[in-house]
T-cell receptor
Framework: NAGVTQTPKFQVLKTGQSMTLQCAQDMNHEYMSWYRQDPGMGLRLIHYSVGAGITDQGEVPNGYNVSRSTTEDFPLRLLSAAPSQTSVYFC?????????????FGNGTRLTVT | AQTVTQSQPEMSVQEAETVTLSCTYDTSESDYYLFWYKQPPSRQMILVIRQEAYKQQNATENRFSVNFQKAAKSFSLKISDSQLGDAAMYFCAYRGRRYDSGGSNYKLTFGKGTLLTVNP
């Protein structure tokens, strides 16, 4: 079991560029999500999905798109990168519908937008 | 909306001693889940302990235990016999049981974290 795998680990973008952060899990988890972590802010939810074909917005969705075509994959797209999107991004998954199931996190992607 | 507050940005403890990290939360829900996560310098997010609100018994995991006070909306983490490997950022987090679009079950609300230093 690899768990939750995120790629890349580090990325530097110029303002206006687009890119996709990849996330894959091999635990057959229905629920997947993306968080961003900024200093002094904790982690904030960007988007989430409760199954293939179903996505919804979190707290800070602007500037990001997601899709969920398979149970395993949940990519996060930055359409036109801005310096405000400099952050550490975490993908996380869990079993849906099970009481108290914890989130399993990937190792994060550190993104810098210049 | 739910909020989670960790009032101690930084704490320090001597190796082998005990330390308690504070967490309070605000919610109108009666059933929910609470978590503590640890983030060492490696950046990995590691689950430390979890608690279900309807269970009155405090959760324990080896050297880690919680003091869950539902009426006070308090969820503190106690680390006994602190070890150098316990040094990390600790996050308290809340998840509710609302299943509507954007509902509290679909979001883990985090506090801002407490940075724990362990002194040898």
């Amino acid at each position: 079991n690899a768990g939750v795998t995120q790629t890349p680990k580090f990325q530097v973008l110029k303002t206006g560029q687009s890119m996709t952060l990849q996330c894959a899990q091999d635990m057959n988890h229905e629920y997947m999500s993306w968080y961003r972590q900024d200093p002094g802010m904790g982690l904030r939810l960007i988007h989430y999905s409760v199954g293939a074909g179903i996505t919804d917005q979190g707290e800070v969705p602007n500037g990001y798109n997601v899709s969920r075509s398979t149970t395993e994959d949940f990519p996060l797209r930055l359409l036109s990168a801005a310096p405000s999107q400099t952050s550490v991004y975490f993908c996380a998954s869990r079993i849906a519908g099970q009481r108290n199931s914890p989130l399993h996190f990937g190792n994060g992607t550190r993104l810098t937008v210049t | 909306a739910q909020t989670v507050t960790q009032s101690q940005p930084e704490m320090s403890v001597q190796e082998a001693e005990t330390v308690t990290l504070s967490c309070t939360y605000d919610t109108s829900e009666s059933d929910y889940y609470l978590f503590w996560y640890k983030q060492p310098p490696s950046r990995q997010m590691i689950l430390v302990i979890r608690q279900e609100a309807y269970k009155q018994q405090n959760a324990t995991e080896n050297r880690f235990s919680v003091n869950f006070q539902k009426a006070a909306k308090s969820f503190s983490l106690k680390i006994s016999d602190s070890q150098l490997g316990d040094a990390a950022m600790y996050f308290c987090a809340y998840r509710g049981r609302r299943y509507d679009s954007g509902g509290s079950n679909y979001k883990l609300t985090f506090g801002k974290g407490t940075l724990l230093t362990v002194n040898p």
